[in-house]
């Protein structure tokens, strides 16, 4: 069984920086892809930055671009998102997901609150 455990979500001021962290651990497949998503009340999931754990190539959402940065941790399969320059508009639940590849499911954590106060 593979566990996703995330980290880092919180309380902060606009302008201010956040950082999360997010690892699988348990009985882990090679992992391709790992990534952050958020889901907004009545939207639907969205990406938010995602990397390709072999080579490290990245993408971002538009709005956070020049923001945020996704990287790899120097321990397998675990992934850090640092939130820069953070608005209120990011205020949301961030889910760390990790891609094994095609045809078996992503795997998924909980979730962690990320607020920015207005």
């Known amino acids: 069984q593979v566990q996703i455990v995330e980290s880092g979500g919180g309380l902060v001021q606009p302008g201010g920086s956040l950082r999360l962290s997010c690892a699988a651990s348990?009985?882990?497949?090679?992992?391709?892809?790992m990534g952050w998503y958020r889901r907004d009340p009545g939207k639907q999931r969205e990406l938010v930055a995602g990397?390709?754990?072999?080579?490290?190539?990245?993408n971002y959402a538009d709005h956070v671009k020049g923001r945020f940065t996704i990287s790899k941790d120097n321990a397998k399969n675990a992934i850090n998102l640092q939130m820069n320059s953070l608005k209120p508009e990011d205020t949301a639940v961030y889910y760390c997901?990790?891609?094994?590849?095609?045809?078996?499911?992503?795997?998924w954590g909980q979730g962690t609150q990320v607020t920015v106060l207005s």
């Open positions: 997901a990790a891609d094994p590849g095609p045809h078996r499911d992503d795997y």
């Open positions: 990397i390709i754990l072999d080579g490290g190539d990245t």
């Open positions: 348990g009985n882990v497949p090679k992992i391709y892809a």
